[in-house]
């Protein structure tokens, strides 16, 4: 089976840095994904990855351990419209492809 | 030009109803999903469709009917609504089975009363 775990609720202020933590098993890793979803919003992607290390994209960041099933992202010069919901979603192949998502971590930012 | 969108956007009718959500892309992607996001958030795949073809199928009622006429459109008929189903349907799409980068609809807010 499949299992994601983020944090709920996260606060940080604005210019901060905050890292957001995602912990999974899967039967079938074949990719870690982070998603943004603003309030009442579609969710948008962010970032990928399926090898060890961090991927660097702008004030966003997000590292990946396979071996620990452990990823984080990682958001600096925060904004107040950095304040969403981050969705950590794993593709397992255990039978085809598929996009598992976690629950979400809701960021709130303050000024 | 919206990539993918999906209508309605709000969608209010009692128990035991029928509905129909639809889905269009315009990305010339060849996979289509349909994801159900319930109150806490939590977004839970139902089906996948590739190329008009079923992929995935997960623990969905049989009240859930999904319906490809061609590989730019994904339908969902939703038959004898019941209170669980309110939620807001997302439908996606992404280039193929293998890309992961899903672009998602704007959702669909059903509300059973």
């Known amino acids: 089976g499949q299992n994601i775990d983020q944090p709920t609720e996260m606060t940080a202020t604005e210019g901060a840095i905050v890292q957001i933590n995602c912990t999974y098993q899967?039967?079938?890793?074949?990719?870690l994904f982070w998603y943004q979803q603003h309030a009442g919003e579609a969710p948008t992607f962010l970032s990928y990855?399926?090898?060890?290390g961090l991927e660097e994209k702008g004030r966003f960041s997000s590292f990946l351990s396979r071996s620990k099933g452990y990823s984080y992202l990682l958001l600096k010069e925060l904004q107040m419209k950095d304040s969403a919901s981050y969705l950590c979603?794993?593709?397992?192949?255990?039978?085809?492809?598929?996009?598992?998502f976690g629950t979400g971590t809701r960021l709130q930012v303050f000024p | 030009d919206t990539a993918v969108s999906q209508t309605p956007k709000y969608l209010v009718t009692q128990m035991g109803n029928d509905k129909s959500i639809k889905c269009e892309q315009n990305?010339?992607?060849?996979?289509m999903y349909w994801y159900k996001q319930d109150s806490k958030k939590f977004l839970k795949i139902m089906f996948s469709?590739?190329?008009?073809?079923?992929?995935i199928n997960e623990t969905v009622p049989n009240r859930f009917s999904p319906k490809s006429p061609d590989k730019a459109h994904l339908n969902l008929h939703i038959n004898s609504l019941e209170l669980g189903d309110s939620a807001v349907y997302f439908c996606?799409?992404?280039?193929?089975?293998?890309?992961?980068?899903?672009?998602f609809g704007e959702g669909s807010r059903l509300t059973v009363l």
């Open positions: 996606a799409s992404s280039q193929d089975v293998n890309t992961g980068e899903l672009f």
């Open positions: 990855n399926v090898l060890d």
């Open positions: 469709y590739n190329n008009k073809e079923l992929i």
């Open positions: 990305l010339g992607h060849d996979t």
């Open positions: 979603a794993v593709r397992d192949r255990f039978i085809t492809d598929k996009l598992i």
């Open positions: 899967t039967s079938g890793f074949n990719g």
